[in-house]
Every structure is written in structure tokens, then in C-alpha cells.
């Protein structure tokens, strides 16, 4: 077969399937697309019509979809074209469906999505929150929250509960008022080459949030929030869904004002059976964080081939600048805000479940803190490896250091220690093997060993490179 006709073969398959696939156009579903009208509406019969009998809703471009909430479904692939885009609807009063069911204080859903299959997000265009228009006055380090009754009217961008065989690719979607992706019970899902863009002073505005969900694969995408870029957790509100499990994320850039990388803290269920590889974390108030505080479980989980820039910011964010943090404290109770929601219903007090059989391997940290692993008891936490990872700390802002920020637990939030390459309170079977800890020119007198240990039983380190910051006067490891 000739090259010629080989390439007019791929052309006629090519065309055959472009033609196979029908394509609901929303402006002629009467979309207006002059980012004023809201175009809810005819999105919606778009999206109905096309999921008779599958296919693809266009977002046309060069136009501005303005919309209030809508539904996707099944069979439906979301097509935004290059210079489209869905832009949330600026009015408070159309978002009256809470994101949480029965928990009405934590935002709304916008996008949404409940027991689909076969469905798709694609294109190169965006899917904009608005979130700006949801917030109060800009301060230095964030946008004030304004104050409501009983509903949180902040939309989530895309929220899919009970969803199967999703896909979400190259789509720029962010500028979120709350979380941007939220998936739940959702099974076999890809999440592939998106840009998410929130703003780094709007609080709760994660970036991709897997609840109760299992077999996501999340690859080469770039994420900035204000809160978590990527969390693994189990809400309680959706306890029926069970475990979070069978998770990769690869190849993914994030920028966090709070921790990049979180699994929970909200967690009634099971987190396993988790990788993470190849990633770049920048600029953020904590790297990697597994933070339990409810009674599931975390166990399983690979943090590998990763690059961690730490710094510190202001107390509205959560972290200390940690690159790694695995903490196990049961959740504050009584008026705290996160108590009445987060513990099992009737109870008025919560328990902690076991963080175990942790690796991190081919880590490179750098910023104003160390690794920190702590717990209420030494046998909620078991089993942390971590093998070749260096640690360089620096102090690079103003903000102050020698802290350590537990919240939220029972016990006080923040608590002050000295600042050590690794600093381990209260585990069991903690493993240092190749690893390496370096001290940048400015010391103040609260930076100190390359390993503190306190109440751990089992800790094993070999071939550990470095010293301690002030190594005329402290021992390189110091054990309590």
C-alpha cells in the first residue's frame, strides 16, 4: 500500500467518525453567547437532547456562555472549543442546590452531575467559576468571606456524584469561589492535561477533590489554589460510596497557598493504594500532607520522583511550610466549626484511624521547613519509609517559623518546636535510609537537628548525609 493511500485511508476514517458523532450546537438550542443572558437553559436541552442519543454539545467559539447551574449526563461529551467559554453567573440567588446534601455551610453546586455514565469534558476552552464576583473585600493574603445564613451560595464549578467511565481533558476550568473538580463515588475516571488556574487568596478553592472514589488516574496537569490542588478524602456526607481507592497521579505542576498534595482530613472511610510520581510542587505552604483526623484509615501510598518548594504564609492558610507532613490527631469537638458535620451521627466526639505503610522515595525539598511526623499515640502511625530524600532548609520570608500547625485536632493548633531536617512525634517503625539535610545562610536559633525523634519506637537511619544547623553546639540526631 502506498503512503498516499494510506494517509487518504486515516482522512476517510477520519471524516467517518467526525460524521458518525452528532453535534448539538447549544446556539441552536438558543444560546445567546454574549456573556450577559443567562444561557443555563439552552445548555440544558443541549445536554438532554444529546444524551438520547449520545454525542457531542458544542461551546462554539468566540462567544461567552453566561450560565446558572445545569446538569450534564450520560453519553455526552462536553466539547469547549478553543476561545469558548462557560462563565458562572455572578447572581447569588441561582444557586440554591447544596454541594454537601443535607450540609447546606459549604458551598453550592454549579455544574453538575449525579449517576452518568459515559461522559466526557474535552476541548481547549474554558470553564470559568467567576470566583472573584462570590468574595468579599481583597486583603493581603486573602478575599474576605462574606457572611450568609444558612446556604453558602459559593459554587463549585463541577461537582459528579456517582459517576462512571468520566473523562476530563485539556480544558482550561478554574477561577473557582469553592472547589473547582469535585468527584464522588465516582468509578474509572481520567483526568488528563487540564489547566486549573484558582486564585491564591481565595480560601477553599481546591483544585481536584477524589471523595469516596476509585481507579482516577490524574496526569500531566497544572494547578494553582488557594487551598489543596489535589485531595484524596471520604466525606461523611456520602459515606455510602465506601473506600477511596486505586488513585495515580502523575506528571501533574501545583502551586498551593495550603498544602498541594492532601490526603484527607477529612476521612470516615479507607484511603489505599495510592501512587504519586513524577511531580513538581512550587511555592507552597506545605507539600505533601496525609492529615487525618476522623477514624478512617490511610495505607498503601507512594510519593515518588517529586521536586518540594516550601514557603511560609500567614495563619489564614493551613501549614508551616512542611514539604512532608503526616499528622494523626482526632478532630477538634465541641463549637468548632468542622465538629458538627464531621463526626458520626449522635456522636459528640471523634476517634483517629492508622496512618501506615508510607513511602517516599527520590524526594528533593527545599524551603523553611522539614519533614514532620506526628500523632496523639505512636500506633496511629506505622511503617514510613523514606529513602533518598533531601532536605535543604532556608528562612526566605518574614513570616515567622519554628511552628508547627496541627490543626484541626482536639489538641492545640499550633505548636512550637524546633525546626529540624526531620522531626518525627510519636510513630511506630520509621525508616531514614540515603537521605540527606542541608542548612541555608539564614539560621535563626530555632533551626536544629537533621533528625529529632521523640517517642518513636523503631527508628532506623542509614547513610544519612548532613549535620545539624549549628553543628558546634547540636548533635547531627537528637532522640527522646
Same mark, same amino acid.
Given at each position: 500500500?502506498?503512503k498516499?493511500l494510506?494517509l487518504t485511508v486515516?482522512?476517510?476514517?477520519?471524516?467517518?467518525?467526525?460524521?458518525s458523532?452528532?453535534?448539538?450546537?447549544?446556539k441552536k438550542?438558543g444560546?445567546k453567547?454574549?456573556g450577559?443572558?443567562?444561557?443555563?437553559?439552552a445548555?440544558q436541552?443541549?445536554?438532554d437532547?444529546c444524551?438520547?442519543t449520545?454525542g457531542?454539545?458544542?461551546?462554539p467559539a468566540p462567544?461567552?456562555?453566561?450560565?446558572?447551574?445545569?446538569?450534564?449526563?450520560?453519553?455526552?461529551?462536553l466539547?469547549?472549543?478553543?476561545g469558548?467559554?462557560?462563565?458562572?453567573?455572578?447572581?447569588e440567588k441561582l444557586?440554591?442546590?447544596?454541594?454537601?446534601r443535607?450540609?447546606?455551610?459549604?458551598?453550592?453546586?454549579w455544574?453538575?452531575?449525579k449517576?452518568i455514565e459515559?461522559?466526557?469534558?474535552?476541548g481547549?476552552?474554558?470553564?470559568?467559576?467567576n470566583?472573584?464576583s462570590?468574595?468579599?473585600?481583597?486583603?493581603d493574603d486573602?478575599?474576605?468571606l462574606k457572611?450568609?445564613?444558612?446556604?453558602?451560595?459559593r459554587?463549585h464549578?463541577?461537582?459528579?456524584?456517582g459517576?462512571k467511565?468520566i473523562?476530563?481533558k485539556?480544558?482550561?476550568?478554574g477561577?473557582?469561589?469553592?472547589w473547582?473538580?469535585?468527584l464522588?463515588?465516582?468509578?474509572?475516571?481520567?483526568?488528563?492535561?487540564?489547566t486549573l488556574?484558582?486564585?491564591?487568596?481565595?480560601?477553599?478553592s481546591?483544585?481536584?477533590?477524589?471523595?469516596?472514589?476509585?481507579?482516577?488516574?490524574i496526569s500531566?496537569c497544572?494547578?494553582?489554589?488557594?487551598?489543596?490542588c489535589i485531595?484524596?478524602k471520604?466525606?461523611?456526607e456520602f459515606?455510602?460510596?465506601g473506600a477511596c481507592?486505586n488513585?495515580?497521579v502523575?506528571n501533574?505542576t501545583?502551586t498551593? &497557598?495550603s498544602?498541594?498534595?492532601? #490526603?484527607?482530613?477529612e476521612n470516615?472511610d479507607?484511603?489505599r493504594? *495510592?501512587? @504519586?510520581n /513524577?511531580? !513538581?510542587?512550587?511555592? &507552597?505552604n506545605?507539600?505533601?500532607? #496525609?492529615q487525618n483526623?476522623d477514624?478512617?484509615?490511610?495505607?498503601? *501510598?507512594i @510519593?515518588? /520522583?517529586? !521536586?518540594?518548594?516550601?514557603r511560609?504564609?500567614?495563619d489564614?492558610?493551613?501549614g508551616k511550610a512542611?514539604?512532608?507532613?503526616?499528622t494523626a490527631?482526632?478532630?477538634?469537638k465541641?463549637n468548632?466549626?468542622d465538629?458538627n458535620?464531621?463526626?458520626?451521627?449522635?456522636?459528640t466526639?471523634?476517634?483517629v484511624?492508622?496512618i501506615r505503610n508510607i513511602?517516599?522515595?527520590n524526594?528533593q525539598c527545599?524551603?523553611e521547613?522539614?519533614?514532620?511526623?506526628s500523632?496523639?499515640?505512636?500506633d496511629?502511625?506505622?511503617?514510613?519509609v523514606f529513602?533518598?530524600?533531601s532536605v535543604?532548609?532556608?528562612?526566605t520570608?518574614?513570616?515567622?517559623?519554628g511552628?508547627?500547625?496541627?490543626?484541626?485536632?482536639?489538641a492545640?493548633?499550633?505548636?512550637?518546636?524546633?525546626t529540624s531536617g526531620?522531626y518525627f512525634d510519636a510513630?511506630?517503625?520509621?525508616k531514614?535510609q540515603?537521605?540527606?539535610?542541608?542548612w541555608?545562610?539564614?539560621k535563626?536559633?530555632y533551626?536544629?537537628?537533621a533528625v529529632e525523634?521523640?517517642?518513636?519506637?523503631s527508628?532506623?537511619?542509614?547513610n544519612?548525609?548532613?549535620?545539624?544547623?549549628f553543628?558546634e553546639?547540636?548533635?547531627?540526631?537528637?532522640?527522646?
Amino acid at each position: 500500500m502506498t503512503k498516499k493511500l494510506v494517509l487518504t485511508v486515516i482522512v476517510f476514517c477520519i471524516s467517518l467518525t467526525a460524521i458518525s458523532q452528532k453535534i448539538y450546537d447549544v446556539k441552536k438550542y438558543g444560546a445567546k453567547g454574549d456573556g450577559k443572558t443567562n444561557d443555563a437553559v439552552a445548555i440544558q436541552k443541549a445536554i438532554d437532547a444529546c444524551s438520547i442519543t449520545g454525542g457531542r454539545v458544542l461551546i462554539p467559539a468566540p462567544f461567552t456562555f453566561l450560565t446558572g447551574p445545569f446538569n450534564v449526563k450520560s453519553n455526552v461529551d462536553l466539547y469547549i472549543e478553543g476561545g469558548a467559554k462557560i462563565l458562572a453567573s455572578p447572581d447569588e440567588k441561582l444557586y440554591t442546590e447544596s454541594a454537601f446534601r443535607d450540609n447546606k455551610g459549604e458551598g453550592t453546586i454549579w455544574i453538575g452531575g449525579k449517576n452518568i455514565e459515559n461522559f466526557s469534558i474535552s476541548g481547549s476552552g474554558k470553564i470559568d467559576g467567576n470566583g472573584i464576583s462570590f468574595m468579599g473585600a481583597e486583603e493581603d493574603d486573602a478575599y474576605v468571606l462574606k457572611p450568609f445564613n444558612v446556604l453558602d451560595p459559593r459554587p463549585h464549578v463541577l461537582t459528579i456524584i456517582g459517576g462512571k467511565n468520566i473523562r476530563i481533558k485539556d480544558v482550561h476550568i478554574g477561577n473557582s469561589a469553592y472547589w473547582t473538580v469535585h468527584l464522588i463515588g465516582c468509578n474509572d475516571v481520567v483526568v488528563s492535561g487540564i489547566t486549573l488556574l484558582n486564585s491564591l487568596k481565595v480560601r477553599n478553592s481546591d483544585g481536584i477533590d477524589v471523595d469516596h472514589s476509585k481507579n482516577v488516574r490524574i496526569s500531566d496537569c497544572y494547578i494553582e489554589s488557594g487551598d489543596d490542588c489535589i485531595c484524596l478524602k471520604n466525606r461523611r456526607e456520602f459515606e455510602e460510596f465506601g473506600a477511596c481507592e486505586n488513585i495515580t497521579v502523575t506528571n501533574c505542576t501545583m502551586t498551593s &497557598s495550603s498544602c498541594a498534595i492532601k #490526603i484527607g482530613s477529612e476521612n470516615m472511610d479507607a484511603i489505599r493504594q *495510592v501512587v @504519586f510520581n /513524577n511531580c !513538581i510542587i512550587k511555592k &507552597s505552604n506545605r507539600g505533601v500532607g #496525609i492529615q487525618n483526623r476522623d477514624e478512617g484509615t490511610v495505607s498503601d *501510598v507512594i @510519593f515518588s /520522583n517529586m !521536586i518540594i518548594e516550601g514557603r511560609l504564609t500567614t495563619d489564614t492558610w493551613w501549614g508551616k511550610a512542611e514539604p512532608i507532613y503526616i499528622t494523626a490527631y482526632r478532630r477538634a469537638k465541641g463549637n468548632h466549626k468542622d465538629a458538627n458535620w464531621r463526626f458520626p451521627k449522635g456522636a459528640t466526639e471523634g476517634k483517629v484511624g492508622e496512618i501506615r505503610n508510607i513511602y517516599f522515595t527520590n524526594i528533593q525539598c527545599t524551603g523553611e521547613n522539614g519533614a514532620y511526623v506526628s500523632a496523639e499515640s505512636k500506633d496511629k502511625i506505622k511503617n514510613i519509609v523514606f529513602d533518598n530524600v533531601s532536605v535543604f532548609i532556608d528562612k526566605t520570608t518574614t513570616n515567622p517559623g519554628g511552628l508547627y500547625d496541627r490543626r484541626p485536632c482536639e489538641a492545640d493548633g499550633f505548636i512550637k518546636g524546633s525546626t529540624s531536617g526531620f522531626y518525627f512525634d510519636a510513630a511506630e517503625s520509621v525508616k531514614l535510609q540515603n537521605c540527606s539535610v542541608q542548612w541555608g545562610k539564614n539560621k535563626p536559633d530555632y533551626f536544629k537537628y537533621a533528625v529529632e525523634s521523640k517517642n518513636v519506637d523503631s527508628l532506623v537511619i542509614n547513610n544519612l548525609e548532613g549535620q545539624s544547623a549549628f553543628p558546634e553546639k547540636l548533635e547531627t540526631v537528637k532522640k527522646q
